[in-house]
C-alpha cells in the first residue's frame, strides 16, 4: 500500500493499515519480467576428442589429457597418438586399409561428448521451467485485458454509500476548522456517507491509548455541524504477527477481549462506528472471525455499524495458498473466507489496489472480476465498497501508469453490471485523503457519480 507523507499515517500492508505504512494488500496475478536463457553452445571437431600433444593414448597414464572439443597441441599429434580428429585411427605407411568415411561424408552427426549434452539439456529444462511459468501468466493477463472490454450497463453509479479513509491528523490536533470547512465543500454533491478516520493504532496486545486521538471530539462535532448525516468511524488496526515475531496475536483471548475493550473505548468518546484493519490477515483465521462475532455484539447493541478493510480474492480458486508458499504472503483469502466475514459486519471495503499489474486495462479487468468475486459472496444486508487508489506510488505491487482512478471506476462498474447491477448497498472506498489529488476527485466524480 501507499506510504504515508510526512506526518501522516496511513494503514499498513496492502490496503489501509493500521497506523502505519499501507503496503500492498490487497491483490491479482503477479506481473512477469522476461529473461533469455542462458545462450551459447560448445562445438567441439568431428568426433568431438582431440589428443593434446605427444605421448601415450588418453587413458594409458598421465602423460596427455584429452580435451572435448579442443584442438590438437603441435604438428603430427594425431599421428603420434594414433587418433585422428574425426576419432579414428590414423592411417600409417603398413596399413593396406583405406580409412573409413568421416561422418561429415555421410552426413551422420557426430556425438557430443557428456559435457555438451548435459549443458544442452539443462537449456531446455530450464527453458521448459520458464515457458511454464510464463505461458499461464499470460494468458491469465490477457483474459484481465478482455476482461476490461465491454460497456457498463447505464445506471451504474453511486448508490451514496461511499467512503473515504481519513489519514491521523485529523483526530491528533493538526487540522483546524477552515480544514473541515474544505473538507465538506470537497465532498458536498458526493456519494461520501462515511468516514474511516484513522485513530489508532492499536497496541500489541489490543489496548488503545488515549492519546491516540486527542482532538477526537473535536473532528466528531465539526464533522456533525458541516456535514450533516455522514458518520464518522474510528478506523483501528495493527500489524498482526502473522508473517513475523512482532505484531498483535488474535489467538490469544486476551488480545482479542482488549481489541473489544478498545472499541468501546471510542464509541463512548462518540465516533459512530468501528472499521477495523489487521494486517497481514492470511485466509481462514478463525480467531479473526471470533473477535468479528464479539465486536459486531456490541455494535449492533449500539445501533452503529462494524465495518473491516478486506484482502482480495484468489484470482484462481486456491492461489492464496500457491501464492503463499512460494512468497510467505498468502495476500489473498478465499472467496469462502470473503463471504464468511462479509455476513459478520455491516461494511466490507476491499483494498482493490497494490495489485502488481503492469497495465491500465490489465488492472481494470482485474477490479471488474474481484468485484464479480466479491458480491457473489458478501450478504445483500452488507455493504460493499471496492476501493479505489486515491494516492500514487512506483514499485513492485503498484504501478502508479496502471492503477488509476478512472480504471479502477470503470472496473467496478464493469462487476457491477455483469453480477448484481441492481444492488443497493454498494459502493466504493477512496484511499486515502492527504495523497489524492485533483485529477482523483475529478475522475471520482465524472465516473462515478455523475
Do not use: C
Not at 473532528?219 to 478506523?235: I, K, M, N, S, T
Not at 465498497?385 to 467496478?412: D, I, K, Q, S, Y
Amino acid at each position: 500500500m501507499s506510504t504515508a507523507p510526512a506526518g501522516e499515517v496511513a494503514p499498513v500492508g496492502e490496503g489501509p493499515a493500521s497506523g502505519g505504512t499501507p503496503t500492498a494488500p490487497a491483490g491479482g496475478v503477479a506481473q512477469v519480467v522476461g529473461g533469455s536463457a542462458p545462450g551459447g553452445t560448445s562445438t567441439a571437431p568431428a568426433g568431438g576428442v582431440a589428443p593434446v600433444g605427444e605421448g601415450p593414448a588418453p587413458g594409458a597414464g598421465d602423460a596427455s589429457a584429452v580435451v572435448p572439443g579442443g584442438t590438437p597441441a603441435g604438428d603430427g599429434a594425431e599421428a603420434a597418438s594414433g587418433l585422428s580428429p574425426s576419432g579414428g585411427s590414423a592411417p600409417t605407411a603398413d596399413d593396406d586399409t583405406p580409412p573409413g568415411p568421416s561422418p561429415a561424408e555421410t552426413g551422420t552427426p557426430a556425438a557430443l561428448p557428456p559435457g555438451p549434452r548435459r549443458s544442452r539439456r539443462a537449456r531446455r529444462a530450464l527453458l521448459a521451467v520458464v515457458l511454464a511459468l510464463l505461458l499461464p501468466l499470460l494468458a491469465a493477463e490477457a483474459a484481465l485485458r478482455v476482461n476490461y472490454a465491454g460497456d457498463p450497463a447505464p445506471g451504474t453509479f453511486t448508490r451514496n454509500r461511499d467512503a473515504l479513509w481519513l489519514g491521523h491528523a485529523w483526530v491528533d490536533g493538526r487540522k483546524e476548522d477552515a480544514d473541515v470547512s474544505a473538507l465538506a465543500r470537497r465532498l458536498r454533491g458526493t456519494g461520501v456517507r462515511d468516514l474511516y478516520v484513522h485513530s489508532g493504532p492499536l497496541e500489541h496486545d489490543g489496548t488503545l491509548p488515549g492519546s491516540a486521538h486527542p482532538r477526537a471530539r473535536w473532528f466528531l462535532d465539526a464533522v456533525r455541524r458541516e456535514l450533516p448525516g455522514v458518520r464518522v468511524q474510528a478506523f483501528l488496526g495493527d500489524v498482526l504477527a502473522t508473517e513475523g515475531p512482532e505484531g498483535m496475536r488474535l489467538e490469544d483471548p486476551r488480545t482479542r477481549a482488549a481489541v473489544l475493550r478498545s472499541a468501546r473505548q471510542v464509541l463512548d468518546t462518540g465516533y459512530q462506528g468501528v472499521h477495523l484493519d489487521l494486517e497481514p490477515l492470511h485466509s481462514g483465521d478463525r480467531h479473526y472471525l471470533a473477535l468479528l462475532d464479539a465486536l459486531h455484539r456490541e455494535t449492533r447493541a449500539r445501533g452503529v455499524p462494524l465495518s473491516v478493510a478486506a484482502h482480495q480474492i484468489d484470482p484462481l480458486p486456491g492461489f492464496h495458498s500457491l501464492w503463499g508458499t512460494l512468497t510467505g504472503h498468502p495476500k489473498w483469502w478465499s472467496q469462502e473466507f470473503f463471504g464468511q466475514v462479509a455476513r459478520r459486519v455491516d461494511q466490507i471495503a476491499m483494498m482493490s489496489y497494490d495489485t502488481m499489474q503492469p497495465l491500465r486495462s490489465t488492472y481494470g479487468g482485474y477490479v471488474a472480476q474481484q468485484t464479480s468475486l466479491a458480491l457473489e459472496v458478501t450478504p445483500p444486508a452488507t455493504d460493499l465498497l471496492m476501493g479505489l487508489p486515491f494516492f500514487h506510488e512506483n514499485r513492485f505491487g503498484h504501478w502508479n501508469h496502471a492503477e488509476t482512478v478512472p480504471a479502477a471506476v470503470r472496473g467496478v462498474r464493469l462487476g457491477l453490471s455483469r453480477t448484481d447491477p441492481g444492488r443497493s448497498r454498494f459502493g466504493v472506498a477512496l484511499y486515502v485523503d492527504f495523497a489524492a489529488t485533483e485529477a482523483d476527485w475529478r475522475a471520482y466524480r465524472e465516473g462515478w457519480v455523475r
